[in-house]
């Protein structure tokens, strides 16, 4: 998978949300409320990516069984891929050709690593391309697994 990619944004509009970091402006805001991010006001309300940031680190830690489960997070969000930060399990087969039932079952085997926010399950996107990068990303076909070479067709 080919991508453009450029610096993510220190600060990123509500609005623009969905594009960034792949939850609405209306999720941002209960975040906000519930003191999971930040919210800077420069003229308008924006978005502190370096708190969604953090936010994720903090998930993907809270969920892991152990230290050595907990993926290396030193370029989350550090670069804009064309995707958002975080993609619902629904999207992933319009961006990574394949299903949602597979994005499932690599989640579940911890092939891919994946947050919760509310009742959402989302990927991670910098941690997916890493893994499809290195080559290590596992398909699963009904029960069995077989291994996938991360290239899109």
Do not use: W
Request: with cysteine; proline share 4%.
């Amino acid at each position: 998978m080919q991508s453009h990619s450029r610096d993510f944004p220190q600060i990123v509009p509500l609005k623009e949300c969905p594009i960034y970091f792949g939850f609405s402006a209306a999720t941002a805001t209960r975040l906000v409320r519930q003191g999971d991010i930040q919210i800077a006001r420069l003229g308008k309300a924006g978005i502190v990516t370096a708190s969604v940031r953090e936010m994720i680190k903090r998930k993907i830690r809270a969920a892991a069984r152990n230290e050595t489960d907990v993926p290396n997070l030193g370029t989350l969000l550090t670069q804009y891929h064309d995707l958002p930060a975080l993609l619902h399990m629904s999207h992933v087969e319009r961006h990574f050709h394949f299903s949602r039932s597979t994005a499932y079952c690599l989640a579940k085997q911890r092939h891919i690593t994946t947050i919760k926010i509310g009742t959402a399950r989302l990927v991670v996107v910098d941690l997916l391309l890493v893994s499809l990068q290195q080559k290590t990303v596992v398909l699963c076909t009904n029960d069995s697994c077989g291994s996938a070479s991360g290239d899109s067709p």
